[in-house]
C-alpha cells in the first residue's frame, strides 16, 4: 500500500465544533485530494492540493478549507461541523508525472467522523 | 462542472453469471480509471485507459474506452464471491481534477 496515514481514523465531534483531518504521505507526491463517501453518492472530492500552498476547490468544498504547507501533509478543516458532514473521509495522492502509473490514485484508509 | 453518471447502482448476481458497469462522462475525458472497493475498505486502483477504443483485460476482467472518450464499461466474466464490493470509475479532465461516478454495488450469491 501506498504510505500515507490519515488522522484520526474514527472520530466523534458535537456540532458546531472544528474539526482536523490529517493526511500524511511518505511518497512525495505531488497531488493530494480529500474525498467524502456518502452512501448514493459514491467518493465526492471536497478539495485537492497540486503543490505546497497550492489548494483548489472541488464540487463539495461549501464548510471545509484545507492547508498543505509542506508536501508530505495535507489537512482539512471542517470550520463549525454539522450533521450533514458526518461521512466517512479519504485522503488520496497522485504522482502527476506522465507514465502509466502516474495518473493513479492511492488512497488512504479513510476517516470516520460523526458530528451528534 | 464535469459530471460522471454510473449505472446501475446495484446489482446482485448469482455466482457464475457476467457483470457489467457503465460509466457516462459528460465531457470528454483525457483517461478513465477503475477502482474497486472491498466493503469496510479503500479504493484499490484497477486500471487506466487512455487511447480512443481502449480494452484492456485483467483475467476475467475487460476495461473498455469509448471511441469518443466519453464513456467506459467494465465486464466481468463468470464472477465469483471474491468480486464483491463497489466499482467506480473515475475520470481525469485534462487538468487535475479525477471525479468519480457513484459507483456499482456488486453481490454475488453462492
Known amino acids: 500500500d501506498a504510505g500515507i496515514t490519515q488522522s484520526p481514523r474514527h472520530k466523534v465531534t458535537e456540532t458546531g465544533t472544528p474539526v482536523t483531518l490529517r493526511c500524511h504521505q511518505t511518497e512525495n507526491h505531488r497531488y493530494m485530494y480529500w474525498y467524502r463517501q456518502d452512501p448514493g453518492h459514491g467518493l465526492r472530492l471536497i478539495h485537492y492540493s497540486y503543490g505546497v500552498k497550492d489548494t483548489d476547490k472541488g464540487e463539495v468544498s461549501d464548510g471545509y478549507s484545507v492547508s498543505r504547507s509542506k508536501t508530505e501533509d495535507f489537512l482539512l478543516t471542517l470550520e463549525s461541523a454539522t450533521s450533514s458532514q458526518t461521512s466517512v473521509y479519504f485522503c488520496?495522492?497522485?504522482?502527476?508525472?506522465?507514465?502509466?502509473?502516474?495518473?493513479?490514485?492511492?488512497f488512504g484508509e479513510g476517516s470516520w467522523l460523526t458530528v451528534v | 462542472g464535469q459530471q460522471v453518471m454510473q449505472i446501475p447502482q446495484y446489482q446482485h448476481v448469482q455466482e457464475g453469471e457476467d457483470f457489467t458497469t457503465y460509466c457516462n462522462s459528460s465531457t470528454t475525458l483525457s483517461n478513465i480509471q477503475w477502482y474497486k472497493q472491498r466493503p469496510g475498505g479503500h479504493p484499490v486502483f484497477l486500471i487506466q485507459?487512455?487511447?480512443?477504443?481502449e480494452v484492456k483485460k485483467q483475467k476475467r476482467l475487460t476495461f473498455q474506452f469509448g471511441e469518443a472518450k466519453k464513456n467506459s464499461s467494465l465486464h466481468i466474466t463468470a464472477t465469483q464471491t471474491t468480486d464483491v464490493g463497489t466499482y467506480f470509475c473515475a475520470g481525469l479532465e485534462y487538468g487535475n481534477k479525477l471525479v468519480f461516478g457513484a459507483g456499482t454495488i456488486l453481490r454475488v450469491k453462492s
Open positions: 488520496a495522492i497522485r504522482p502527476g508525472y506522465y507514465s502509466e502509473t502516474g495518473n493513479t490514485i492511492y
Open positions: 485507459l487512455v487511447k480512443s477504443g
